[in-house]
Nanobody, 124 residues
């Protein structure tokens, strides 16, 4: 049973930084793609970025490029989302997701497993 547990959310001022973590368990994730999504109130869940566990290739939404960085720690089975230069519009619940395979999807339906989410609030 795949389990994803996010942590690291909180309240931060505009311009600040946060690092989210996604602890993954229940599988060997070397053949998985790990994605980060976010959902603001009243909006659809949107793609932030993703990483192929094998090889570490990363992909980002335009809104995240240059500010956010995704990485993984094989020893800890953990994926990270480092968020810098945060803006109030980054306020959302952030979710970690996973799917088996090498195709990187930017849509929620492309992922089979989801964490419970962690709230990020950026004040102006």
């Amino acid at each position: 049973q795949v389990q994803l547990v996010e942590s690291g959310g909180g309240l931060v001022q505009a311009g600040g930084s946060l690092r989210l973590s996604c602890a993954a368990s229940g599988r060997t994730f070397s053949s998985y793609v790990m994605g980060w999504f976010r959902q603001a109130p009243g909006k659809e869940r949107e793609f932030v970025g993703a990483i192929r566990w094998s090889g570490g290739s990363t992909y980002y939404a335009d809104s995240a490029k240059g500010r956010f960085t995704i990485s993984r720690d094989n020893a800890k089975n953990t994926v990270y989302l480092q968020m810098n230069s945060l803006k109030p519009e980054d306020t959302a619940v952030y979710y970690c997701a996973a799917h088996l395979g090498m195709v990187v999807s930017s849509t929620p339906t492309g992922y089979n497993y989801w964490g419970q989410g962690t709230q990020v609030t950026v004040s102006s």
